[in-house]
Nanobody
């Protein structure tokens, strides 16, 4: 079992920025595909951003392209989501997800609330 824990959520004004962090206790973090997902109020959970092992490739939801940046630090078992130019549609609970594609296991964090409001 791998523990995944997010931090960095909060209340921010429109146009502002937040940086989410996610840490795991997995011993082979560098092998995990890491991703951020979010669940807006009353909606389904959706993929926001994903980064492959080694950070060689990233992908983003169309709604966040050019505003959000996903990155990872394998030495610290951490993945980050830099969110800039936030708007009300970004209000959601944000979840971190770890996938070990080699064995097919995956783990979710508990989520962190991001609220964009003036």
């Amino acid at each position: 079992q791998v523990t995944v824990a997010e931090s960095g959520g909060g209340l921010v004004q429109p146009g502002g920025s937040l940086r989410l962090s996610c840490g795991t206790d997995g011993h082979i973090f560098s092998r995990y595909t890491m991703s951020w997902h979010r669940r807006p109020p009353g909606k389904e959970r959706e993929l926001v951003a994903q980064i492959t092992p080694g950070g060689g490739a990233t992908k983003y939801a169309d709604s966040v392209k050019g505003r959000f940046t996903i990155s990872r630090d394998d030495a610290k078992n951490m993945v980050f989501l830099q969110m800039d130019n936030l708007n009300g549609d970004d209000t959601a609970v944000y979840y971190c997800h770890a996938l070990d594609g080699l064995v097919g296991f995956n783990w979710w964090g508990q989520g962190t609330q991001v609220t964009v409001s003036s």
